[in-house]
């Protein structure tokens, strides 16, 4: 039932004949290996974490990318999101505000931040609330150098994002969803797998139940994170976590969730964790 939902979706979007069946599952995803500047060797497919029941492999975005998409993410001149990552540095060793601090003045170099995005979201004690990257960054802006806070998918935020994931490539995903952060999880998996708007689709029976299969002129993937934020071809800029989710909810037909709101850090959280053991890639590229 929820296959057929789909078949209806992609009859409704597609403008041409679009193939099923088992030719596409089969070229849809490749074997190809992610090796960025010839030196940043990331693992795109690994089995999938013991608390995943739908899926025994874990595959990145990238795998289902055409090759000219893929080349693009294998050296930085070619991948645009690094753009934005210049711009970000600047902004880290900017001075401003009344305390005239830059992010710089207290976190020195941006390598400091090595392993920051692999546990992101975390949960945080003195909040007693699960906080993304972006909470903390403007958590900084705001309570540490007396700053207005960027808008949660804005340039400066996504950038910045990008700026810090960077000097985490290559390393595992690794967030926690036990102890404290263990209800977000919950919540997270319980949205994952609610079917909502007109055509009664959940993120699985896209991302898992039909990852693979060719939709529009895509391939859907398992809808990972690790690779984010990500520089996509279509919009010709660098787009954050929620901001993507807001599209996929979109293209549903259902009422959206507010990005930077409670349902989206629940499900950040959860689509982090299925992709526990994939290399964070952020900036990737994709259409
Ligand atoms: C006045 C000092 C100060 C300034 C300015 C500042 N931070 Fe922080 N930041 C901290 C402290 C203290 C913490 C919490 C302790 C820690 O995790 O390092 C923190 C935590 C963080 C974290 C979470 C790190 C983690 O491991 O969980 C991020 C990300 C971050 N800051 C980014 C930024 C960015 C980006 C800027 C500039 C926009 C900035 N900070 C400006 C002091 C500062
Ligand atoms: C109607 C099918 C459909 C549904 C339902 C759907 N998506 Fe997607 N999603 C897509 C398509 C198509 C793409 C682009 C191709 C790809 O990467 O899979 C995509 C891409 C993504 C990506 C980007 C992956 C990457 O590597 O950059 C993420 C993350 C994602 N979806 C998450 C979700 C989440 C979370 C939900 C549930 C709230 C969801 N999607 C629901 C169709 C769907």
């Given at each position: 039932m929820k296959i057929s939902n789909l078949h209806r979706f992609v009859q409704i979007a597609a403008t041409a004949t679009v193939a099923f069946g088992l030719a596409s599952i089969a070229t849809a995803q490749d074997n190809d290996k992610l090796v960025v500047n010839g030196e940043i060797e990331m693992v795109t497919r690994t089995a999938a974490p013991s608390?995943?029941?739908?899926?025994?492999e874990i595959i990145s975005g990238w795998n289902f990318r055409t090759d000219e998409t893929q080349a693009l993410q294998m050296d930085d001149f070619d991948n645009s999101g690094m753009l934005g990552v210049d711009a970000a540095q600047e902004a880290w060793d900017t001075v401003q505000g009344p305390e005239q601090k830059s992010c710089a003045t207290c976190h020195?170099?941006?390598?400091?931040?090595?392993?920051?995005?692999?546990?992101?979201?975390k949960y945080n004690e003195e909040a007693a609330d699960l906080w993304t990257l972006e909470d903390y960054i403007n958590n900084c802006r705001t309570e540490r150098q007396n700053v207005e806070p960027w808008g949660y998918t804005s340039g400066p935020m996504t950038n910045m994002s990008a700026l810090i994931s960077v000097q985490s490539r290559g390393m595992p995903m690794n967030v926690a969803i036990d102890g404290p952060a263990a209800p977000f999880w919950e919540a997270g998996k319980e949205l994952y797998y609610t079917r909502t708007g007109v055509l009664e689709l959940s993120c699985a029976s896209c991302?898992?139940?039909?990852?693979g299969l060719r939709i529009r002129a895509d391939h859907l993937s398992q809808?990972?994170?690790?690779?984010?934020p990500t520089y996509r071809l279509k919009n010709a800029k660098l787009n954050g976590i929620h901001a993507r989710f807001k599209g996929c909810v979109r293209d549903t037909k259902a009422e959206t969730y507010k990005p930077g709101g409670p349902e989206f850090h629940a499900l950040e959280l959860y689509v982090a964790s299925r992709g526990?053991?994939?290399?964070?890639?952020?900036p990737s590229v994709r259409n």
């Open positions: 608390y995943i029941d739908g899926i025994d020195g170099n941006v390598s400091s931040m090595v392993g920051v995005r692999t546990v992101m979201p991302h898992e139940q039909s990852a809808g990972q994170i690790n690779g984010f526990n053991g994939l290399s964070v890639e952020g």
